[in-house]
């Protein structure tokens, strides 16, 4: 695996580098919307930007990202949860400057404050934001600041949100892809996996070239058409040493190239998920 050059400082570039192995728990990965060269990585320990294979830790926050989440049409705006360095939950957190600092906007509408392990931006309107904590879908329509939730008492893995109809989002669970028509209130099976036990850790969408893919632990990844109410998914390939793909992070201008992680390293693919290499 390649060694990188890491920084610990709060802006993309700096003078110093220490040469260092990246060894991190990995909870997500996003290709910046108009520099997609850049890779970010949200961790357990911090957020990292992976550009020109330099490495820089952003900012000055060492929390644990979960649920990382990019704007889809705004670089610089960010929403993670999960856990800060100190313990407890983040509830939920947004960045306006490319992830060098984080404010919290929410608790997320309960009590105390979420722990969303999944979530999303809606590509189709960028208002309204998914989250799920506590066996609860989580759905907020003015950009995070205020939730509401809907009891399903159901587990999601993760979710998806339709490139164009505001009211679709699909979301990833044990043995199966679901979809909902009216953003999360109910819930519909899609999709099943042949392993039943098996998961749908992560989905996205290539509207652009009419591709969706999941990441799933038995079968690795999968891609069908996007064709709603057709889908198909087939194997296309797996992760080195049958590493089991946790998320999925495409290339907006190269659609052949496809980056994946594990639980603690990075993988791209340069022939639709056919072959995979280590970064």
Same mark, same amino acid.
């Given at each position: 695996?390649?060694?990188?050059?890491?920084?610990?400082?709060?802006?993309?570039?700096?003078?110093? $580098?220490?040469?260092? @192995?990246?060894?991190?728990?990995?909870?997500?990965?996003?290709?910046?919307?108009?520099?997609?060269?850049?890779?970010?990585?949200?961790?357990?320990?911090?957020?990292?930007?992976?550009?020109?294979?330099?490495?820089?830790?952003?900012?000055?926050?060492?929390?644990?990202?979960? &649920?990382?989440?990019?704007?889809?049409?705004?670089?610089?705006?960010?929403?993670?949860?999960?856990?800060?360095?100190?313990?407890?939950?983040?509830?939920?957190?947004?960045?306006?400057?490319?992830?060098?600092?984080?404010? $919290?906007?929410?608790?997320?509408?309960?009590?105390?404050?979420?722990?969303?392990?999944?979530?999303?931006?809606?590509?189709?309107?960028?208002?309204?934001?998914?989250?799920?904590?506590?066996?609860?879908?989580?759905?907020?329509?003015?950009?995070?600041?205020?939730?509401?939730?809907?009891?399903?008492?159901?587990?999601?893995?993760?979710?998806?949100?339709?490139?164009?109809?505001?009211?679709?989002?699909?979301?990833?669970?044990?043995?199966?892809?679901?979809?909902?028509?009216?953003?999360?209130?109910?819930?519909?099976?899609?999709?099943?996996?042949?392993?039943?036990?098996?998961?749908?850790?992560?989905? $996205?969408?290539?509207?652009?070239?009419? @591709?969706?893919?999941?990441?799933? @632990?038995?079968?690795?990844?999968?891609?069908?058409?996007?064709?709603? &109410?057709?889908?198909?998914?087939?194997?296309?390939?797996?992760?080195?040493?049958?590493?089991?793909?946790?998320?999925?992070?495409?290339?907006?201008? @190269?659609?052949?190239?496809?980056?994946?992680?594990?639980?603690?390293?990075?993988?791209?693919?340069?022939?639709?998920?056919?072959?995979?290499?280590?970064?």
């Amino acid at each position: 695996s390649l060694v990188f050059f890491i920084t610990g400082c709060s802006t993309p570039v700096s003078s110093e $580098k220490k040469l260092v @192995n990246f060894q991190s728990h990995i909870h997500g990965i996003a290709v910046d919307v108009e520099e997609p060269a850049w890779l970010y990585i949200a961790t357990h320990k911090g957020l990292y930007l992976l550009a020109e294979n330099k490495l820089t830790l952003l900012g000055n926050s060492r929390d644990d990202y979960m &649920g990382f989440s990019i704007h889809p049409k705004d670089s610089q705006v960010f929403y993670s949860s999960g856990h800060p360095q100190t313990g407890g939950n983040l509830g939920v957190m947004k960045s306006e400057d490319g992830g060098n600092t984080w404010k $919290k906007i929410s608790t997320g509408g309960i009590g105390q404050s979420v722990d969303f392990h999944a979530m999303t931006i809606s590509s189709a309107n960028p208002l309204i934001l998914y989250g799920w904590h506590g066996g609860n879908v989580f759905r907020s329509d003015d950009g995070g600041s205020s939730w509401k939730n809907f009891s399903d008492q159901i587990l999601i893995t993760s979710f998806a949100s339709h490139p164009s109809n505001e009211n679709i989002v699909f979301a990833g669970t044990r043995g199966a892809m679901l979809k909902s028509s009216d953003k999360g209130k109910t819930w519909i099976n899609i999709f099943d996996l042949s392993v039943p036990e098996d998961i749908v850790q992560d989905i $996205k969408i290539d509207a652009e070239n009419g @591709n969706i893919w999941i990441a799933t @632990n038995e079968e690795g990844i999968m891609k069908s058409s996007f064709t709603e &109410g057709a889908f198909d998914f087939k194997s296309v390939g797996s992760l080195p040493e049958n590493a089991s793909p946790r998320q999925l992070a495409l290339h907006p201008k @190269n659609p052949n190239t496809i980056f994946a992680h594990d639980t603690d390293k990075i993988y791209r693919s340069a022939d639709w998920g056919q072959s995979w290499g280590v970064l």
